[in-house]
């Protein structure tokens, strides 16, 4: 989704270094002033709260505090209702416009701030009115700040009209924030050329002057190539963004490198991302990094779904579910960004109950029954979020978004959109993509495989088998290249629907081509590999070759084999394809009575045949959600830590 420009507040730190024309502040605050310009908050509220308690009506007091809420810790909040107060306490004693020999730069500040908070707070007609306070009685203009706003407001013609007056604007700041909001109203519209447009001259613009630009530029320039599909681009402006760090930048690319890796099946590309995405949270202000928590945590679930570590992906789904980050940074609102985040929690959901089906074949009574009722919990909750889902999107309309690949805002990877028809029902859905379908614009042309591929798994869920075979095969063929984990999905989808139709060798073909680039997609769709599972003449090996026949996740058709062999104190498998190939080997200790043994093999082999091949420890998972980092690292140190 596309971002804001940097935070402005940033721009005032200096302001009191200009000559005062009054004691303000007073000389006892003078230090605590130059202190908050120094990010020294510790000192800065210890002095705010003692003066509070002296003098309760000390505006400056309460200016203090509410900044260092609102910048050292992110507690928007307790910094809106300090900063109100201390408005108002200026406000009740100083007529406006304050006259020269009043608090009027303490005033300034504070509304500064306040335009700040709003923005960070999604109180966007508060921000609105804000800055034309502002601008009534101070300068430098604040009216670049107004599109955002508006934008966010969907009074999308003013936003245009206002940033359209200041393109030819002498302020710098002016011209590039209005090019940065054109262009975020154009992808909210549905735009994206003309979106494309605007944010590439932007970072034209900015290469011409030769000056370092914001990360956000090329971020956000990223976000509307992809939108274009325009991969190749999109990574190479993410990779440029990264070299640009600044701590009040709202945007963070290796978040959107990792999405793109996960996409593109490059997992152990994505995990890095993701550990240099935590570092830059870490290293960013305060009142940024929480705005962008459960997001990060949400793109750490994804890849882990990606690989095939469903279970920790669902737990970091969980932590975050009910700690939703707020939009002000970002064009999506909370509306789409909760569409998106109960969908993916959905999926792992879903995940979780498919895993607990397999385990139940190898189980004890007792295991079986616990693991029935957390199947049973678990249909409740797939329920509970899809019925989430859906009212959501028929609140807001968005059942049209919802469809769209790579639509603005969005955060949903392609490969799993398919499944919307499940939340919103196969009619309304397969009726809009009919629709979408019948476009013939450049761009409804050029993403015509994704609405085949999302019409064609709808089809197949209702048993059309040959009509699901017609669209997802084109859908296949005209894919883009970057799209690894879609085309796994639609090969084993083709592959189940040729099973269905009689024709083995084609399915056979097709499992091989999904299971080669993404073995977890048989567990995502709750699909049997056919396998002739075979052991050699060991009890052992045989028993627990029995326990995989009963699995779900195999049938006894010829196809894939798997062999079971005992090694010593060691049971070992392998999974071949049809023409021979390896796709998995297994060797599990011998530990315990054969029942154990047999039971620890079988989970082993399904934990290792279908997922991907990563080897993530507890304490890694762990560091990749950031548990391990630390927001007070030397930020002047980020390019070397980032291995640039």
Known sequence: MLRHLPLAALLFAGALAAPLFADYPSPAYL????????????????????????????????????????????????????????????????????????????HS??????IEVASLSDRYQEEVDLIKVHDQFYTPSRARRAGWPLMKLGRTQEAEKRMMSLLHSQDEREVTSALNTLGSIESELGNYEKSYDWFSRLVSDSRARGRDMPAVYLFNLSEAATSLLRFPEAERELLEAADHFDSGDSTNPYENLAFYYASAARLPEAVSALRRMQTWNGNTDPM????????????????LLAAGLDDAGLGILRRALNQPDRRGTTSSSSALSEIDFLHLYREALKLRRERLREEMSWDTPLEWIQALGERLSLTRAIWSAGSQDAAVIMREGKLNWSTVPYAADTTTPEWLRATFHE????????????????????????????????????????????AALSDLKQAETTLPGEEALLRARLNALIGNACEQTGDMPAALSRYARAFEKDPHVFRALGLPLPAAIVSDADPLSARAASLLRGSPRFHGAKGFRVRVARLGARLTGTLEGPDGVIYCVVASPVRGDAASAARNFAREFHARAFSARLDLSQSDIGSLEGSNQSATADRHSLGEMLGH
């Open 109 to 114: 500040r504070i509304i500064n701030e306040l």
């Open 288 to 303: 940024l990094a929480e705005q962008m928590w459960r997001e990060s945590q949400q793109t750490v679930a994804l890849v």
């Open 423 to 466: 939340v919103v029902g196969e009619g309304p859905w397969e009726s809009e993509l009919r629709r979408q379908l019948r476009q013939n614009s450049t761009l409804a042309v050029l993403k015509r495989p994704y609405y085949l591929a999302q019409l064609g798994e709808s089809e197949w869920s209702r048993g059309e088998y040959r």
């Open 31 to 106: 230090g605590a002033f130059e202190a908050l310009d120094k990010g020294q908050y510790i000192e800065v509220r210890e002095t705010a709260e003692q003066a509070i308690r002296r003098q309760p009506d000390s505006f400056e007091a309460w200016y203090l505090l509410g900044a260092v809420y609102a910048q050292g810790e992110a507690n928007l909040p307790r910094a809106h209702y300090c900063l109100t107060h201390a408005r108002d306490l200026i406000e009740k004693h100083w007529s406006l416009p304050i006259a020269p020999d009043g608090p009027w730069r303490i």
